[in-house]
């Protein structure tokens, strides 16, 4: 969108002459949009009063970028994550039916995540999957990413129903409690032929509309108890990485010499379901047969690489040579260490236009410039900040480049919501009569 503003310059000479110079506004981002933009490593997210803006893409969904990279494919059960237009099954050990989006608004690693609607998915298993009737688990954990929308009381994410060979019936589910998941395991854990055990974890406090991760893990012997020294038979739940429940699989609910190990019941013949009565958002649903100890799958960062974003408006042509820019606004937020670093670039030259390389520091074709953060007034509310021209950037051609990096300590994106550049326009002037 552009605007005009005229300053008015005395020039004294023989007579006071007024002279207007012309001064365009444009305005990137925001109500406008990001579509005259080129950007790498940026995704769009909805931000500052419901506009579009531009965050750091999370690592790709791939097994080189979650926790399970250091294991074999053959230890994966179920990795169901959002693909561009459906989910997708990393193992292929389930046939998946029912309801669902894709999300490309919301989402917490990759560009989309699974919207979760009523009625929602069924999984039902291959004879080679862990939750197949009559097979006895070892270790295991259940992982996944969970943004929920309401969290009302008797939500059900997540239910399983099973029978053994006399007849018992077993269930499994996650259902929500004064805004906590409670995991309901009934009859799942057994000890021979008829005993068995009914076990409770709680979640600590959600938050709708906030990405949590979610993890549910069991040591079943004592064989490499690794990092975390897990005793048999430990049943642990974790929220983002923090313990959040636990308990021992014993009859007792300690550490006992006395193990209840999980079993499917050898007459269960029904899927699972994952959101048959919840709303909200899922992705990297994953369950192993391993007791998971590597850390929680980062956003931004791994042990190979870390998230970077960069991107450059669509050039400007003034229509003059030695037009001038002579602002520049941008309402962004970043928090904590997550910095998002501004540029510009002038040109003379059509051609120079043609072949432009993202902006960064060690360009010496770019111009980095540093915002002030404006004070907050009536006309101005949010995270606005400014430049006004200290050194002179002239030009026919401009461009407004920026790069984005991320808090790697918190593992959070900045948040870009509106660029505003201004230029004043250098025309020849008239012939004196």
């Known amino acids: 969108m552009r605007t005009y503003r005229y300053r008015i310059v005395v020039l004294l000479s023989i007579l006071t002459l007024p002279w207007l110079a012309e001064a365009e506004i444009l305005r990137f981002g925001g109500e406008e949009g990001w579509n005259q933009v080129k950007t790498q490593g940026l995704r769009k997210t909805i931000a500052w009063r419901d506009t579009d803006a531009l965050v750091l893409?999370?690592?790709?969904?791939?097994?080189?970028?979650?926790?399970?990279?250091?294991?074999?494919?053959?230890?994966?059960?179920?990795?169901?994550?959002a693909g561009p237009v459906s989910i997708e099954d990393l193992p292929g050990l389930y046939r998946i039916e029912g309801e669902y989006e894709i999300s490309h608004q919301i989402s917490i690693r990759g560009e989309t995540s699974i919207r979760l609607v009523p009625s929602g998915i069924k999984l039902f298993p291959t004879p080679e999957a862990m939750w197949t009737a009559g097979r006895e688990w070892g270790d295991f954990t259940l992982d996944f990413w969970l943004?929920?929308?309401?969290?009302?009381?008797?939500?059900?994410?997540?239910?399983?129903?099973?029978?053994?060979?006399?007849?018992?019936?077993?269930?499994?589910?996650?259902?929500?409690?004064?805004?906590?998941?409670?995991?309901?395991?009934e009859s799942f854990f057994r000890h021979g032929a008829d005993r068995s055990l009914?076990?409770?974890?709680?979640?600590?406090?959600?938050?709708?509309?906030?990405?949590?991760?979610?993890?549910?893990?069991?040591?079943?012997d004592d064989s490499n108890p690794g990092r975390s020294g897990a005793s048999p038979g430990f049943l642990e739940y974790l929220v983002d990485g923090i313990p959040a429940d636990s308990i021992h699989t014993t009859p007792i609910g300690v550490e006992s010499f006395e193990t209840f190990t999980p079993k499917i019941g050898s007459l269960s013949k029904k899927p699972l379901f994952l959101a048959p009565d919840f709303n909200g958002y899922i992705d990297e649903f994953h369950l192993s047969s391993i007791f998971e100890t590597n850390p929680v799958p980062r956003n931004f960062s791994n042990s190979d690489s870390v998230s970077f974003g960069t991107?450059?408006?669509?050039?400007?042509?003034?229509?003059?040579?030695?037009?001038?820019?002579?602002?520049?606004?941008?309402?962004?937020?970043?928090?904590?260490?997550?910095?998002?670093?501004?540029?510009?670039?002038?040109?003379?030259?059509?051609?120079?236009?043609?072949?432009?390389?993202?902006?960064?520091?060690?360009?010496?074709?770019?111009?980095e410039i540093k915002l002030d953060t404006e004070e907050n007034t009536q006309f101005t509310l949010g995270n606005w900040h400014s430049w006004e021209v200290n050194q002179t950037i002239t030009g026919r051609y401009f461009t407004v480049g920026y790069t984005l990096e991320p808090d790697l300590d918190a593992d959070i994106s900045p948040v870009l919501s509106i660029l505003e550049v201004e230029y004043e326009l250098n025309p020849p002037l008239s012939p004196r009569r």
């Open 57 to 81: 893409s999370p690592l790709s969904h791939n097994t080189s970028t979650t926790s399970l990279s250091n294991h074999k494919l053959s230890l994966i059960d179920i990795f169901l994550f």
């Open 147 to 185: 943004n929920p929308t309401n969290l009302n009381d008797g939500e059900l994410l997540f239910l399983w129903k099973g029978r053994t060979a006399h007849g018992k019936p077993q269930r499994l589910s996650v259902q929500v409690e004064n805004r906590r998941l409670i995991w309901n395991f």
């Open 198 to 220: 009914v076990i409770q974890l709680r979640s600590t406090p959600l938050v709708p509309g906030e990405w949590r991760h979610h993890r549910i893990r069991y040591k079943s």
């Open 311 to 367: 991107g450059y408006t669509d050039v400007i042509d003034s229509g003059y040579l030695g037009s001038k820019i002579t602002a520049l606004r941008a309402n962004y937020h970043s928090p904590d260490k997550s910095q998002i670093r501004f540029f510009l670039r002038a040109m003379n030259k059509l051609d120079e236009t043609w072949d432009i390389e993202f902006p960064t520091p060690d360009n010496p074709n770019w111009i």
